[in-house]
């Protein structure tokens, strides 16, 4: 008999709902484990705010922080409280044992009305469906040794769960509170870190189902959490022609036989003011002509700027973003990290029915992975172009080498190994006057035209010339032309 999977609840975050598959199980207990400050209670909130729409009654046990602190917090970040059943054990200013040291409860008090009975009365009174306590481990203070607080947290897990909710509890991991214990006592973990590089989430443990594994990008906001998944290409969603994508450019298409692949990686590499943009532009200007949309992610320019530029070379990118086939959208790469862009492409390749995608320049996209390596880089590029590719959706990175001329380098980034096709752009000094050059240096799917050619930039947009044949040492940094070479000009 095969079983059907166990129904699931939101968490409240809707990312944290992808990393499980749907939810958490009801009638099941989890552990939100983390420092102070990475979002623990609001995680509880949003949990527990969730279900409210639905008519469901849920219960918040606080233990440290005021009810009213609580409420106040919550407005800050525009929740709003007011059905949520609170059982406020958080200590008075006044609670004070004799030697004058500040605990949770006094003895006369644990022995006038014990924790649990408190608790027991209140779900039994308002039997709600999810259970918020923050945070647990606060109980170890009102049991007499390890074995006994054990013993009470699986008992009230136990009761909990007979009684139909759902239970949520955070834990404070310090020395002299480890929440180790508590792992093996609940169903799940959801960990919860802060670093100089952002927020992440992970869930280590989660009984009855697969997860999404690894640590995932979170930042705190207006209503809560925000949680951005890892990409995952487990499967292709995408059904595509494999063929060539023209530029539009005869002499840019001969080099590249036929141009571009669908459903590939395109690098394309070069000095600053070299024409990088604009070429990459020519591919989504040929895409608009045949109905399709694309969309460029500027991290190193603005959209004013680039619109300015292309619409005094020939290219019509008003009308294209005016007509709904190009769409430009500026990052502040400080303002995202990696898995945060990369929900924010998904999102548009998935509901807008995106053909091309555009990174525009990959050293600004360097800083939103907040890492000093380039591995990292890599890693997360890799990911990203690989669930484009799943999609079917063509990918053009454009990235600036740091030097003008001097010795041929391919990629500044060191990420040539993702390119299906590499195409590179190079500033020429021959005698004494600037001139610029295309050529391929790779292409996986097709053979391609190993011969540079000079790339112009008009007034009437991209012009490529003939095969520049006699030119020489153009890779080593020395450009030079053989004898009898006919001049540039000829061409």
């Known amino acids: 008999m095969t079983l059907s999977p166990p129904k699931r609840i939101s968490t409240g975050v809707p990312g944290l709902d992808e990393i499980v598959h749907g939810g958490l199980i009801p009638g099941r207990s989890y552990l939100v484990r983390g420092d102070p400050g990475t979002g623990k209670t609001i995680l509880g909130i949003n949990y527990l705010t969730a279900s409210l ?72 009174t308002i039997q709600p469906d999810r259970v918020f306590i923050d945070p647990l481990t606060k109980l170890r203070h009102l049991t007499s040794d390890e074995y006994q607080f054990r013993k009470q947290v699986i008992a009230f897990m136990r009761y909990l769960k007979e009684q139909g909710a759902t239970v949520l509890v955070t834990s404070e991991n310090t020395a002299n509170s480890p929440d180790d214990d508590l792992q093996y006592m609940t169903d799940g973990t959801i960990e919860l870190k802060r670093s100089e590089r952002g927020r992440t989430i992970s869930v280590p443990k989660f009984r009855g189902s697969s997860i999404r594994e690894g640590r995932h990008s979170m930042r705190i906001e207006a209503g809560g959490l925000a949680v951005y998944p890892e990409l995952t290409t487990s499967k292709s969603d995408g059904e595509y022609v494999a063929e060539p994508i023209p530029s539009g450019v005869p002499e840019i298409d001969e080099l590249l036989h036929g141009g571009i692949e669908r459903g590939t990686v395109s690098v394309i590499s070069g000095p600053t003011g070299v024409g990088k ?33 292309n619409k005094s070379v020939g290219i019509p990118v008003e009308e294209m973003m005016a007509e709904g086939t190009l769409s430009v959208e500026e990052v502040e790469p400080l303002d995202h990290s990696a898995m945060e862009f ?47 590719k799943s999609m079917g959706v063509t990918v053009i990175l454009v990235d600036e080498i740091g030097t003008v001329t001097g010795e041929f380098r391919a990629t500044e980034a060191g990420i040539s190994y993702l390119a299906d096709t590499l195409v590179f752009l190079r500033h020429l000094e021959i005698s004494g006057e600037m001139r610029k050059a295309i050529g391929v240096l790779k292409k996986r799917t097709s053979d391609f035209e190993r011969t540079l050619r000079e790339f112009r930039i008009t007034e009437h947009g991209v012009e490529v010339g003939k095969p520049l044949t006699g030119l020489r040492g153009v890779l080593s940094g020395a450009p030079e032309w053989v004898e009898s070479a006919p001049d540039l000009d000829d061409e």
């Open 342 to 388: 990369a929900r924010k492409v998904r999102h548009e390749v998935e509901d807008n029915d995106i053909s091309i995608v555009m990174i525009d320049g990959l050293q600004g996209y360097k800083l939103s992975v907040q890492s000093e390596d380039n591995e990292t880089l890599v890693r997360k590029l890799h990911t990203l172009s690989r669930y484009l």
């Open 277 to 309: 943009t604009t070429a990459g532009t020519q591919f989504m200007k040929e895409a608009a002509n045949r109905g399709e949309r694309s969309i460029i992610y500027m991290f190193e320019e603005s959209t004013e700027t680039f619109m300015q530029r």
């Open 53 to 124: 729409d639905a008519g469901e009654t849920v219960l918040f046990v606080n233990l440290e922080e005021s009810e009213s602190d609580i409420r106040q917090n919550a407005a800050t970040l525009g929740i709003d409280l007011d059905d949520v059943h609170f059982l406020d054990l958080s200590p008075d200013s006044d609670v004070f044992v004799d030697d004058q040291s500040y605990d949770i409860f006094s003895p006369s008090e644990v022995e006038q009305e014990p924790l649990t009975q408190a608790i027991t009365e209140r779900v039994e």
